[in-house]
């Protein structure tokens, strides 16, 4: 079985680096999960709701009132969800990194096993078909 190895070691790789080095972008986005997971984010979510309610007398009317907190949480929204889009795509991709390489690692103790146990070969070729082993190697 061949782990993914991260190229400045000999150990394999953590899932966020087994497709090389972080963007900026990527490093951001984790940093703004991170954050907007906790209930600090949570809090000011509130603690915002709460500032704008008596803004209602300062605004010269209900709509106005309306558009400043509606146009505040779209875009607060927006770019949450652009950047939470971005680090459930790459924990995505480590899951199936890590699904292929058990998938790897099962058809190879297979084919050891199956000069002992010839249904093994069997169950081997049908787990290569299942998963695309044979086209993904290929690919690498």
Do not use: Y
């Not at 998938?103 to 002992?116: Q, S, V």
């Amino acid at each position: 079985m061949d782990a993914v190895r991260s190229p400045d070691a000999d150990t394999p790789a953590t899932p966020s680096r087994a497709h090389g080095r972080l963007s900026v972008f990527d490093r951001f986005a984790t940093a703004a999960s991170a954050l907007t997971a906790k209930a600090t984010f949570f809090a000011f979510c509130v603690i915002l709701v709460i500032a704008w309610v008596p803004t209602i007398a300062l605004l010269p009317s209900v709509d106005t009132w309306q558009l400043v907190i509606n146009t505040a949480t779209t875009i607060i929204t927006f770019l949450l969800v652009a950047l939470l889009q971005n680090t459930q795509r790459r924990s995505d991709e480590a899951v199936q990194d890590k699904l292929n390489a058990l998938a790897n690692g099962l058809a190879d103790l297979m084919g050891e096993l199956g000069a002992d146990h010839p249904e093994l070969n069997r169950h081997r070729r049908e787990l290569r078909d299942a998963v695309g082993l044979e086209s993904r190697e290929a690919s690498d």
